[in-house]
């Protein structure tokens, strides 16, 4: 009688097989993402997407494209036009040249300082150590924009207004810089590994360059796209103590907007211009960047 009453209870595992086969249809079976995984991924890039080509409609089409019942869903054929308008009306060439050169020094030097500072806050053992690392932290609490009335009472204050160097000096370094490498840095080089460096007679400048310095090539790869983006993207701080005829891009395409009429199709087409190098820079940068957060990914 035990066993006969136990017999109908069979049909269960098939359920669960069902159920196991419907999972691994829409998320994967852990190597392979399922459907639900690719239709998600789609759904974010071209909602991500979506704004730049926007953009490029509106800026190959005039401004009537706006006003349209059924706004256009490719781009026309006045996008040259409206470039030659951005080229004509502010100094796109000379905003250009500068947005790359603060971006580049920019870029240069919080990745460097960055990582040594990271690498010294990971790996070098010293007084205080912990409490500066604590008030490197503390100065990410407070907004940017508390501190751009006295920052540009001290640029006028040395002569550096309209220069420059007033935007590339008070960010030749950053707190989220020193604290993303020191994050970074702290598991992924052994202390076995610098000892033995040590006791082969290596410098501490030696043991950075030969053994920290392979090791931080991704996250610096990471953290120099982050610091390049944010660089080419500030316009607050350039429009303020730059001048009018020393631009940097972003502030250049301001001035395509007056009070009273403002062109959308000139100034999306000054913005898809503006964007490009930023796509370029992630297209010939992309396989260093995969490489930084599936070795960031493995470490945890």
Do not use: C
């Amino acid at each position: 009688m035990t066993l006969t009453q136990n017999r109908p209870a069979a049909p269960a595992p098939q359920r669960t097989s069902r159920s196991l086969t419907t999972r691994k249809a829409l998320f994967g079976n852990g190597r392979r993402p399922g459907f639900l995984t690719y239709g998600l991924l789609i759904a974010f890039f071209l909602a991500s997407a979506y704004p730049l080509w926007w953009s490029v409609i509106i800026g190959s089409r005039s401004n009537e494209a706006l006003g349209e019942t059924w706004p256009p869903l490719l781009p026309g054929g006045n996008f040259w036009t409206n470039v030659g308008e951005v080229f004509d009306t502010v100094p796109f060439w000379l905003a250009l040249g500068n947005s790359v050169l603060i971006s580049g020094i920019i870029t240069i030097s919080v990745v460097g300082f960055s990582t040594l500072a990271g690498y010294a806050f990971a790996k070098l053992r010293f007084r205080g150590r912990n409490w500066l690392m604590v008030a490197v932290i503390a100065t990410m609490a407070i907004p940017t924009q508390l501190g751009i009335i006295p920052l540009f009472m001290l640029m006028r204050t040395l002569g550096w207004t309209g220069e420059i160097g007033a935007v590339v000096i008070p960010t030749l370094v950053t707190a989220f810089g020193v604290f993303f490498m020191r994050q970074y840095l702290v598991d992924v080089i052994p202390d076995e590994l610098i000892e033995s460096a040590r006791m082969d007679g290596a410098s501490m400048i030696s043991t950075f360059w030969h053994v920290a310095l392979p090791a931080a090539r991704p996250a610096m790869a990471i953290l120099g796209l982050f610091t390049f983006m944010t660089a080419w993207t500030d316009f607050l701080w350039p429009l303020l103590v730059l001048d009018a005829g020393n631009p940097t891009l972003q502030t250049a395409l301001s001035q395509l907007q007056s009070a009273r009429y403002v062109d959308y199709s000139i100034v999306l087409a000054g913005a898809v211009m503006a964007t490009l190098p930023l796509l370029a820079l992630f297209v010939l940068a992309g396989r260093q960047l995969i490489s930084g957060i599936m070795q960031g990914a493995v470490k945890g």
